[in-house]
Each structure stands twice: as structure tokens, then as C-alpha cells.
Nanobody
Framework: QVQLAESGGGSVQAGGSLRISCTAS????????VGWFRQAPGEEREGVAM?????????LYVNSVKDRFTISVENANKTVFLQMNSLKREDTAMYYC??????????????????????WGQGTQVTVSS
């Protein structure tokens, strides 16, 4: 059983930066893809970035965060990071990491779906104020 633990959330002013982390308890075939999702109150959970942990850091982003967010992996520590720059109020949400097999890393149009992921963390809150 894989456990995921997020950390690094907090409050920041618009235009600022935060880095959040997701550490896995172990690596299995179900951690070949790690994704970051977010959910604001009253909104659906949406994927923002995904990375193949064993494929040299190949990543996917949705358009709303591309050029502002960077996902990266540090396999030695089983940790995936999400560096968030130029934060906007609309980035405010609970951020969750999720792990799944390689095929979980995919986009349908500009959407990243949660369906293919096997494990989820408890979430870390990111609040952006103006």
C-alpha cells in the first residue's frame, strides 16, 4: 500500500511563489505517474500537472498553469515537487497529489482526469490573497 504525504502549502500574496511536495512511502508500478490536482470549495477537482517518475521527468500541464508551475521529481527521496510561481487568487485551493500507473498520465483536451490514479494524499491548502 502506497501512502502519499503532501507538505509545503500556505498563504501567499498574488504574484508570489510556493513549492509543495509529495513524498511516497514506496515506489511500485502504481507510482509511475504522479499528478497534482486541486479543488476549491464548490468546484470540481481538477488536474494541473503530471509527471512520469521514470521517464526523465517528462511532464504535462494544463494551460492555466503552464509557464507558471513546474513539476519535478527527486526519485532518490521518492518526492515530487510542484513549484508555483506568479500565483493568482484563482490558484487558491486544496492541492492533492495522486499516484498511478504510467497510463494515468494523460490529457483529454486540456483536462487531466483523476480516474486512473490509485493512491491519493490528504491534501495541502494553498491560499493566494490579493
Amino acid at each position: 500500500q502506497v501512502q502519499l504525504a503532501e507538505s509545503g502549502g500556505g498563504s501567499v500574496q498574488a504574484g508570489g511563489s510556493l513549492r509543495i511536495s509529495c513524498t511516497a512511502s514506496l515506489y511500485t508500478r502504481s507510482t509511475k505517474c504522479v499528478g497534482w490536482f486541486r479543488q476549491a470549495p464548490g468546484e470540481e477537482r481538477e488536474g494541473v500537472a503530471m509527471i512520469w517518475t521514470g521517464d526523465g521527468g517528462k511532464a504535462l500541464y494544463v494551460n492555466s498553469v503552464k509557464d507558471r508551475f513546474t513539476i519535478s521529481v527527486e526519485n532518490a527521496n521518492k518526492t515530487v515537487f510542484l513549484q508555483m510561481n506568479s500565483l493568482k487568487r484563482e490558484d487558491t485551493a486544496m492541492y492533492y497529489c495522486a499516484a498511478g500507473p504510467e497510463r494515468a498520465c494523460m490529457k483529454v483536451g486540456d483536462r487531466m482526469l483523476p480516474d486512473g490514479f490509485d493512491y491519493w494524499g490528504q491534501g495541502t491548502q494553498v491560499t493566494v490573497s490579493s
